[in-house]
């Protein structure tokens, strides 16, 4: 299943954004495109629906860049704890996802309670729940 065929079939909820992280997620699209056209494309999605916020006004139970997230794969019960990363930072064995794979596109921007599906690496649809957000600040606590 393509992410075209998830967005037309799936109502996705409202995200929110730091201003100045979206702008630097906007270039790590623009400048993977042509290599993984899909994250890309999951990516400019994201930003296109996006309401943006100063970091200041950013509610405390957003998914941002570098906080942790705690969520459910309603698909296959599946809980992880994840520190969401730009690219650079990426460390899957020390669970930090990067902003570039299809479940950071997915989380980023994400409200604690909410729901979306969201397709994996080999694009099977998933229900992703997200349970708790932590600050970037505080790897210990989550935020719901």
Wanted: aromatic share 2%; charged share 25%.
């Amino acid at each position: 299943m393509k992410n075209s065929d998830i967005s037309q079939g799936a109502v996705r909820p409202v995200i929110h954004m730091i201003d100045h992280e979206s702008d630097v997620i906007e270039a790590l699209a623009m400048a993977v495109e042509a290599r993984n056209p899909q994250v890309a494309e999951m990516l400019y999605e994201e930003l296109g629906r996006a309401m943006q916020h100063s970091a200041d006004n950013m509610p405390d139970n957003i998914v941002t860049m570098n906080c942790r997230v705690e969520f459910v794969d309603e698909t296959s019960g599946l809980r992880r704890t994840v520190k969401l990363v730009y690219p650079k930072d990426a460390d899957i064995e020390n669970d930090c996802l990067s902003i570039l794979t299809p479940m950071g596109a997915g989380l980023i921007g994400m409200v604690a309670g909410e729901t979306i599906a969201w397709p994996d690496r080999a694009g099977t649809e998933r229900m992703l729940r997200i349970v708790g957000v932590a600050p970037p600040d505080d790897p210990n606590a989550t935020r719901d």
